[in-house]
T-cell receptor
Framework: KAGVTQTPRYLIKTRGQQVTLSCSPI?????VSWYQQTPGQGLQFLFE???????NKGNFPGRFSGRQFSNSRSEMNVSTLELGDSALYLC?????????????FGSGTQLSVL | GQSLEQPSEVTAVEGAIVQINCTYQ??????LSWYQQHDGGAPTFLSY????GLEETGRFSSFLSRSDSYGYLLLQELQMKDSASYFC????????????FGKGTRLHILP
């Protein structure tokens, strides 16, 4: 089984631009969650999608949004980029999204905002 | 509120045993997980404790005490490849159940 795939691996943008990141979960997994990782801050939960519906949301501004398609693939969008948005964005998939389930992470998209 | 505390860095010697602690504050939770992340890599699942006590998986063990709001990850027979960051995470109950991660412990292993 292929693992979780995130594209692109690296991205450089300038302030004010917007960006879209993509995540393909493991086949059969219906839940996709997104995390922001910055040095020393661990993984900050952004949101979780299950069956094309946002089921959970973290404490991030509305500039951060996402969606999930019928094949469970998910995209995350950040509009009006700020310098502080520079981070590694990780997505994780699980079978049904239960909080007790094992998460399978992708290698992430490293976003640099200049 | 909900929070997890774990040491930012731990150093140990190859072949030794190391314990990484995690204390948490949450009004209710289902269990405690541990993830390993090598530099430039994806976090990978190590263990999950739903009940109090010790869970053993090869060289790695994880412990949970709900009454003490405390857990730890124990790594035995340390190898250089165990140099990585280790994250504890609680499966927290709430209006919306969610997984909350600690900030991670960087494990340095000396030869």
């Amino acid at each position: 089984k292929a693992g979780v795939t995130q594209t692109p691996r690296y991205l450089i943008k300038t302030r004010g631009q917007q960006v879209t990141l993509s995540c393909s979960p493991i086949s059969g997994h219906r839940s996709v969650s997104w995390y922001q990782q910055t040095p020393g801050q661990g993984l900050q939960f952004l949101f979780e999608y299950f069956s094309e519906t946002q089921r959970n949301k973290g404490n991030f501004p509305g500039r951060f949004s996402g969606r999930q398609f019928s094949n469970s693939r998910s995209e995350m969008n950040v509009s009006t980029l700020e310098l502080g948005d520079s981070a590694l964005y990780l997505c994780a998939s699980s079978l049904n999204g239960g909080v007790s389930e094992k998460l399978f992470f992708g290698s992430g998209t490293q976003l640099s905002v200049l | 509120g909900q929070s997890l505390e774990q040491p930012s860095e731990v150093t140990a010697v190859e072949g030794a045993i190391v314990q990484i602690n995690c204390t948490y504050q949450t009004s209710g939770f289902y269990g405690l997980s541990w993830y390993q992340q090598h530099d430039g890599g994806a976090p990978t699942f190590l263990s999950y404790n739903a009940l109090d006590g010790l869970e053993e998986t090869g060289r790695f063990s994880s412990f949970l005490s709900r009454s003490d709001s405390y857990g730890y990850l124990l790594l035995q027979e340390l190898q250089m490849k165990d140099s990585a960051s280790y994250f504890c995470a609680v499966a927290a109950m709430g209006r919306d159940d969610k997984i909350i991660f600690g900030k991670g412990t960087r494990l340095h292993i000396l030869p």
